[in-house]
T-cell receptor, first 110, second 116 residues
Framework: GENVEQHPSTLSVQEGDSAVIKCTYSDSASNYFPWYKQELGKGPQLIID?????GEKKDQRIAVTLNKTAKHFSLHITETQPEDSAVYFC?????????FGKGTMLLVSP | DAGVTQSPTHLIKTRGQQVTLRCSPK?????VSWYQQALGQGPQFIFQYYEEEERQRGNFPDRFSGHQFPNYSSELNVNALLLGDSALYLC???????????????FGPGTRLTVL
């Protein structure tokens, strides 16, 4: 089955800095890659996604890049704010099921 | 527009007991997926229901079963509870559009199950 590796497990940045989280996947049949943000006590919230026919997608301060050849994709957050602090999960979809990474705890200090 | 709702929010059971968790999908959605999220881990896919049938299943034992009702809501049942079943159980809904399953899954807040 699909296997998704996510790094780093913890990331601490100063407010205003950029943050990058990286994921790799194993199944070349994966064709959809969402990113979720999970705050304490809440369910995961979709923040951005990318499909395999696209190399990059941007939404305000958030961007995602995909390298199908290398089977890796990354989340980029610019001008980080304290409210960006949360756990971020990448996922890869094969058929109709999502396989998640283990998560990255992002801490943004004021 | 109501999002995905789950009940109850918290539940405490003892080993060997049975539990039923409930999920109502986002308005207009017809597909429900269930995930188990252990502490400090990413969600793990349990199974997916569409048109009242289990369509996909992850690597979970038969103790985990489910049901989908005509109004698209769903239940997750776990029998013979083990300590290791303690986790956050998440429900996600999505939509089949013109015969094709759409990509986006929206998650509910989850049910925190503690097995003592």
């Amino acid at each position: 089955g699909e296997n998704v590796e996510q790094h780093p497990s913890t990331l601490s940045v100063q407010e205003g800095d950029s943050a990058v989280i990286k994921c790799t996947y194993s199944d070349s049949a994966s064709n959809y890659f969402p990113w979720y943000k999970q705050e304490l006590g809440k369910g995961p919230q979709l923040i951005i996604d990318i499909r395999s026919n696209v190399g990059e997608k941007k939404d305000q301060r958030i961007a995602v890049t995909l390298n199908k050849t290398a089977k890796h994709f990354s989340l980029h957050i610019t001008e980080t704010q304290p409210e960006d602090s949360a756990v971020y999960f990448c996922a890869a979809r094969v058929y109709s099921t999502l396989t998640f990474g283990k998560g990255t705890m992002l801490l943004v200090s004021p | 527009d109501a999002g995905v709702t789950q009940s109850p929010t918290h539940l405490i059971k003892t080993r060997g007991q049975q539990v039923t968790l409930r999920c109502s999908p986002k308005s207009g959605h017809d597909t429900v997926s269930w995930y188990q999220q252990a502490l400090g881990q990413g969600p793990q896919f349990i199974f997916q229901y569409y048109e009242e049938e289990e369509r996909q299943r992850g690597n979970f034992p038969d103790r985990f079963s489910g049901h989908q009702f005509p109004n698209y809501s769903s239940e997750l049942n776990v029998n013979a509870l083990l300590l290791g079943d303690s986790a956050l159980y998440l429900c996600a809904s999505s939509l089949v559009l013109r015969g094709a399953r759409t990509d986006t899954q929206y998650f509910g807040p989850g049910t925190r199950l503690t097995v003592l």
